[in-house]
């Protein structure tokens, strides 16, 4: 199989435009925030060995009754048509594992041979990786003043918390991706200017036909001027915060500090008791979903440990 491609960044960086350029190739079967590869694969672990079409058959039901993803039912109802089971289990044989299975699963979506998946959460590509070595990535950056304005808009979030969340994502990009080859760091600014590169450099490095890019472009072009609306919705104040909280990463970044001349630091319990109290609920909900859901690496990447 052809890698897979994921789409990675912060809320409000500008995935869902990627997403949209992307899925829209013709041979491009592509998951929204799906669940179904890391979650999937811890079901797989703890269902054990395959040894029949059945077993199969009861792992993708558990998998339907386990997964909460709502924006990806289309992707779900494919579990229970025979001849997806047919095709997994046919993968399974060959290249025993979930990643086969996964891969197609996902390439039954829109009957194409590439998959990928658009993911918020850059903490989980070494997961991914361990699943899928030559997978690819589009790593997504934008200023934090525009990323915190957005997600306050959007889903009332504190500035701490979102400036949280924008510190865990630029520190993977700063200090963890390095030189490797499979990842391709832009600036969201940068490509909503000129798509082009970045469609050229994810088609061409996992096998996809180039030559629907224009198209794609002209049917979800960018908008650069509509990326800078957050200088009118973000107050001295908030903007000062912003970037005290977020100094030398951005500042590393290519974004530079208009008001703040130091770095304020978030402290770890801070950081622990933010993240906390905007996702404790929903893990309250369904605790037996925490390893599932690979919350303890996910605290360490708000942390810094790992």
């Known amino acids: 199989m052809p890698p897979p491609l994921f789409i990675v960044g912060t809320a409000r960086s500008g995935t869902s435009w990627a997403f949209d350029l992307i899925a829209s190739h013709p041979d491009m079967s592509m998951g929204f925030e799906s669940k179904l590869p890391l979650e999937g694969a811890e079901l797989y672990r703890q269902f054990g060995n395959l040894s029949s079409k059945e077993d199969l058959l009861r792992l993708f039901s558990e998998l339907q009754g386990q997964i909460n993803d709502p924006m990806n039912e289309e992707l779900y109802r494919l579990l229970d048509q025979p001849s997806v089971l047919s095709a997994a289990w046919e993968a399974h044989q060959s290249a025993p594992g979930w990643a086969a299975i996964c891969e197609s699963i996902y390439c039954s979506l829109d009957s194409t041979n590439h998959w990928g998946n658009k993911s918020l959460r850059i903490e989980t590509t070494p997961d991914l990786l361990k699943l899928w070595p030559d997978a690819r990535f589009i790593v997504l950056t934008r200023d934090p003043r525009a990323v915190v304005a957005s997600q306050e808009v959007k889903f009332d979030t504190s500035i701490p918390y979102s400036a949280t969340y924008w510190l865990t994502h630029a520190e993977w990009v700063l200090n963890?991706?390095?030189?490797?080859?499979?990842?391709?760091?832009?600036?969201?600014?940068?490509?909503?200017?000129?798509?082009?590169?970045?469609?050229?450099?994810?088609?061409?490095?996992?096998?996809?036909?180039?030559?629907?890019?224009?198209?794609?472009?002209?049917?979800?072009?960018?908008?650069?001027?509509?990326?800078?609306?957050w200088r009118g919705s973000l107050s001295p104040e908030r903007q000062r915060e912003v970037e005290e909280y977020c100094f030398a990463?951005?500042?590393?970044?290519?974004?530079?500090?208009?008001?703040?001349?130091?770095?304020?630091?978030?402290?770890?319990?801070?950081?622990?008791?933010?993240?906390?109290?905007?996702?404790?609920?929903?893990?309250?909900?369904d605790p037996g979903s925490i390893r599932r859901k690979r919350v303890f690496k996910r605290l360490g990447a708000v942390l810094g440990i790992g």
């Open 176 to 229: 963890r991706i390095g030189d490797d080859k499979r990842f391709l760091v832009v600036d969201l600014t940068e490509m909503a200017t000129d798509p082009r590169p970045t469609l050229e450099w994810a088609f061409s490095q996992t096998g996809l036909d180039c030559e629907p890019i224009e198209a794609l472009i002209a049917d979800h072009p960018g908008d650069p001027k509509r990326l800078e609306k």
């Open 249 to 285: 990463p951005m500042t590393r970044l290519g974004y530079q500090p208009e008001l703040a001349t130091k770095h304020r630091e978030i402290g770890k319990l801070r950081r622990l008791w933010l993240v906390a109290s905007f996702h404790g609920r929903e893990l309250l909900k």
